[in-house]
């Protein structure tokens, strides 16, 4: 059973178009995350979001937005995606975080976004 | 600067060999994180810690919250230790991630 998945895998798409990444996780986790890979295999924040709150990371562009459907799910839509964008995006859950607690987190097997 | 730098960036060793990678952040935690990362590009929570020090298999972290500094051993490396080490830190709801240490253990 996969504890954190995340689809599609590989996207390939041209500037300027909206995407979707969707993530699930099945460990009855309460907090869900979206980090951000680049090309020198730096990892950023984007956003941890719990059924509470929303934290965004300050130098997300407002194209990027989480939807969370419920609480297993945590999907992250793209609008007028730019070249820039191309990089690995991963999920991850944990039980909590932020000014709660600080738990182990889970992460999923990444979606590489190439733009073209 | 990075609110969190790790060292080396990168480091080759022998089979067998004790390994350390260093991780220092300037930056008020509630928890330090280890990650590892495969070569085909998985990402594994090794520890969490706030305190003290933790031991899972081979692998050991320590962190000294006045100096700011965690450390991660690998005892008895092996070849499938290679992989990318990842230190990050709850600061807050921030998280801050170092670049990583590129570890390759040869037989």
């Known amino acids: 059973d996969t504890a954190v998945s995340q689809t599609p895998k590989y996207l390939v798409t041209q500037m300027g178009n909206d995407k979707s990444i969707k993530c699930e996780q099945n460990?009855?986790?309460?907090?869900m995350y979206w980090y951000k890979q680049d090309s020198k295999k730096f990892l950023k924040i984007m956003f941890s979001?719990?059924?509470?709150?929303?934290?965004i990371n300050e130098t997300v562009p407002n194209r990027f937005s989480p939807k969370s459907p419920d609480k297993a799910h945590l999907n992250l839509h793209i609008n007028s995606l730019e070249l820039g964008d191309s990089a690995v995006y991963f999920c991850?859950?944990?039980?909590?975080?932020?000014?709660?607690?600080?738990?182990?987190?889970?992460f999923g097997p990444g979606t590489r976004l190439t733009v073209t | 600067k990075n609110e969190v730098e790790q060292s080396p960036q990168n480091l080759t060793a022998q089979e067998g060999e004790f390994i350390t990678i260093n991780c220092s952040y300037s930056?008020?935690?509630?928890?330090l994180h280890w990650l590892q990362q495969h070569p085909g590009g998985g990402i594994v929570s090794l520890f969490m810690?706030?305190?003290g020090k933790k031991k899972h298999g081979r692998l050991i972290a320590t962190i000294n919250i006045q100096e700011k500094h965690s450390s991660l051993h690998i005892t008895a490396s092996h070849p499938r230790d290679s992989a990318v080490y990842i230190c990050?830190?709850?600061?807050?709801?921030?998280?801050?991630f170092g670049t990583g240490t590129s570890l390759t253990v040869i037989p």
């Open positions: 991850a859950s944990s039980l909590q975080s932020g000014t709660s607690g600080s738990y182990e987190q889970y």
């Open positions: 460990l009855g986790h309460d907090t």
């Open positions: 979001y719990n059924n509470k709150e929303l934290i």
């Open positions: 930056v008020g935690i509630s928890a």
């Open positions: 810690l706030s305190s």
């Open positions: 990050a830190v709850n600061a807050g709801n921030q998280f801050y």
